[in-house]
Nanobody, 125 residues
Framework: QVQLVESGGGLVQAGGSLRLSCATS????????LGWFRQVPGKQREFVAA????????SYSDSVKGRFTISRDNAKNTVYLQMNSLKPEDTAVYYC??????????????????WGQGTQVTVSS
């Protein structure tokens, strides 16, 4: 079982920035594609961004493209989500996830195998 631990959430004003981190002690970290999702109460978990095993490929939802950047450091077993120009509609619990099965980047929550516990991001207007 891969354990993922998110950190970096908090309260920020609209237009501000936050950087989320997701770390694991899993030694095979570099063999997983990684993703960030977010969820608000009463709604389905929403894809935000994904990064390939080597970090060479990324994918973003239209709602965050140009504002968020996903990256990873395989030496530190950590994936990051840099969030700039935050908007109130970005308010959600953010989850990182690991995919061990697919060679391409995937955007559906059901295609990910392991999940962190989530970190709250609140953007005030």
């Amino acid at each position: 079982q891969v354990q993922l631990v998110e950190s970096g959430g908090g309260l920020v004003q609209a237009g501000g920035s936050l950087r989320l981190s997701c770390a694991t002690s899993e030694r095979t970290f570099s063999t997983y594609n990684l993703g960030w999702f977010r969820q608000v109460p009463g709604k389905q978990r929403e894809f935000v961004a994904a990064v390939s095993r080597t970090g060479s490929s990324t994918s973003y939802s239209d709602s965050v493209k140009g504002r968020f950047t996903i990256s990873r450091d395989n030496a530190k077993n950590t994936v990051y989500l840099q969030m700039n120009s935050l908007k109130p509609e970005d308010t959600a619990v953010y989850y990182c996830a690991a995919d061990k099965r697919f060679t391409r980047l995937v955007v559906n929550a059901g295609e990910y195998d392991y999940w962190g516990q989530g970190t709250q991001v609140t953007v005030s207007s």
